[in-house]
């Protein structure tokens, strides 16, 4: 069987599409820094599903031990999640983003290249549409950026088209990511973001196991349903299915394909802490708080294409999403760090 290489498969949407590829019987070569992850999410992916990952800590920056590990494995498609993913951070030390995202993906373009390996398939972000015009939102729409995190996926998806115009070999799959949350089933694996949680279900879930006191609801006075921000929640095991069947058709493709990843139901942030208190019976103390610069009143995707093009549709509700991020999350009230 074909070998994938999982570039960030030791974080979050990685660890799980890493268990997804074993599971549908791929070879997996891991390549992680940890920089924002620990190896005991591969080693419980190994649990889970009685196989075994291949793994090197390396850099994507570091070439030329990339250039190694293509010359002793034959990898026939890459899936490349490893950057740095933090909208605020990125803000405040904007040349590690692009470093990191934009010529660690240069690094291993090049390696690729070398190694004749044409197969990729790119992790991009709905933050690529910017302030979307209205929803749902297609393809077609318009990009832009409004910070240098946005802007490192930006830059990724231009140089990934330019480089498939400059030879009719690569095969591009971009898959633009609306809000990943849940966790596998198990509850062994799980979102462990470090430090002080940026996005909400994180936080929402560190309140009600006790690690916070409370959550700031970051402005009630957008034009949506109850004036708070909506959003397209996905299940992180239905993103990381996306990533097979992208591995899977990606030979039948041609130049670049993108595709955006999301449920198309939009919930709002009180939505979601009423879903919240329902499946766990956890009480969510919160209060109204200004709103978070940047943020956007309301974003959901259009997910058709995805639908007709890699025959994949999300198949996880909101309580399936909300169930499984709570068993994580009271199953390992510390992440992996127990
Ligand atoms: P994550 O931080 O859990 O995973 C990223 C992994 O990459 C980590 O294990 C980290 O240690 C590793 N890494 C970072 N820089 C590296 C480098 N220079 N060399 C080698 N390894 C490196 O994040 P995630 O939530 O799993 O996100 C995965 C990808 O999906 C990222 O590219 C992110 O930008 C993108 N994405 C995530 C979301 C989201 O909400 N989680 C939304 C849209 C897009
Ligand atoms: C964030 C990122 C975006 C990324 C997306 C997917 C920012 C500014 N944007 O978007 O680049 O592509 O995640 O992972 O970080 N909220 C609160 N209180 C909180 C946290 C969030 O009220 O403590 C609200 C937000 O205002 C928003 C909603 O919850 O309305 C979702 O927020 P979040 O989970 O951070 O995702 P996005 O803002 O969609």
Excluded at 136 to 153: H, L, Q, V
Excluded at 180 to 195: F, M, T
């Amino acid at each position: 069987m074909a070998k994938i290489l999982v570039t960030g498969g030791a974080g979050y949407i990685g660890s799980h599409t890493t268990l997804l590829l074993l599971e549908a019987g791929y070879e997996v070569v891991v390549i992680d820094n940890l920089s924002n992850s620990s190896l005991e999410s591969l080693r419980r992916v190994e649990q889970i599903t009685d196989k075994r990952v291949t793994f090197y800590k390396v850099d994507l920056r570091e070439e030329n031990k990339i250039n190694d590990i293509f010359t002793e494995h034959e990898i026939e498609s890459v899936v490349h999640f490893a950057g740095l993913k933090a909208v605020g951070e990125s803000t405040e030390i904007p040349l590690d983003y692009y470093e990191q995202n934009v010529y660690g993906t240069l690094s291993l373009l090049k390696v690729m290249e070398r190694n004749n390996c044409f197969n990729i398939v790119f992790s991009s972000s709905a933050t690529v549409y910017g302030d979307p015009a209205s929803v749902p939102i297609t393809e077609d729409f318009p990009i832009s950026a409004t910070n240098p995190y946005g802007r490192t996926k930006l830059f990724i998806e231009e140089i990934l088209r330019d480089l498939s115009v400059s030879n009719d070999k690569w095969r591009i799959v971009l898959l633009r990511y609306f809000n990943p949350i849940g966790a596998h089933e198990s509850g062994l694996i799980g979102e462990d973001p470090q430090g002080i949680p940026n996005n909400l279900m994180p936080f929402v879930s560190q309140v009600a196991v006790g690690k916070r006191d409370k959550l700031s609801v970051f402005g009630n006075d957008y034009d949506t349903v109850d004036g708070t921000g909506v959003r397209d929640y996905i299940h992180v095991v239905d993103l990381s299915d996306a990533h097979v069947k992208s591995v899977e058709k990606i030979k039948e493709f041609e130049g670049v394909s993108t595709f955006n990843l999301g449920t198309g139901n939009g919930y709002s942030v009180l939505q979601m802490i009423d879903a919240f208190i329902k499946e766990t019976g956890k009480p969510v103390p919160f209060s109204i708080e200004p709103r978070r610069p940047g943020d956007i009143a309301e974003c959901w995707a259009d997910a058709s294409l995805a639908n007709q093009k890699l025959d994949w549709k999300a198949e996880r509700g909101l309580s399936e999403m909300i169930k499984d991020t709570w068993r994580w999350q009271n199953q390992n009230p510390n992440g992996y760090d127990n």
